[in-house]
Nanobody
Framework: QQQLVESGGGLVQPGGSLRLSCKVS????????VAWFRQAPGKERVGVSC?????????SYGDSVKGRFTTSRDAATNTVHLQMTALNAEDTAVYYC??????????????????WGQGTQVTVSS
């Protein structure tokens, strides 16, 4: 069974940076997509980023984080990273790593991702 474990959350000052990691195990098949979603208090869960296992390594991002966040994958450690910069209070949320058995990044839709991590809290505050 696929497993995803997030790490790297914590408290950071506005304007600061933070890197989240998602260690993935138990994957089978040819195609994989690993996405980050987040949910802030009182708000719906939204897509943050996604990266595919295709040779092109296609990535996609939610509108609110384009230009500030980047996602990458490290094949040697089976880990997907989310590098977050220029953080502001609206980035405060629980961040979840999610896996889909296909190439689903262009849509970044929650329904395409069937396996989820436990979540990690990111708090942006001075």
């Amino acid at each position: 069974q696929q497993q995803l474990v997030e790490s790297g959350g914590g408290l950071v000052q506005p304007g600061g940076s933070l890197r989240l990691s998602c260690k993935v195990s138990g994957l089978t098949g040819r195609y994989h997509s690993v996405a980050w979603f987040r949910q802030a208090p009182g708000k719906e869960r939204v897509g943050v980023s996604c990266i595919e296992s295709s040779s092109s390594g296609l990535t996609s991002y939610g509108d609110s984080v384009k230009g500030r966040f980047t996602t990458s994958r490290d094949a040697a450690t089976n880990t997907v990273h989310l590098q977050m910069t220029a953080l502001n209070a609206e980035d405060t949320a629980v961040y979840y790593c999610a896996y889909g058995a296909g190439l689903f990044c262009p849509g970044l839709m929650e329904k395409d991702f069937g396996t989820w991590g436990q979540g990690t809290q990111v708090t942006v505050s001075s």
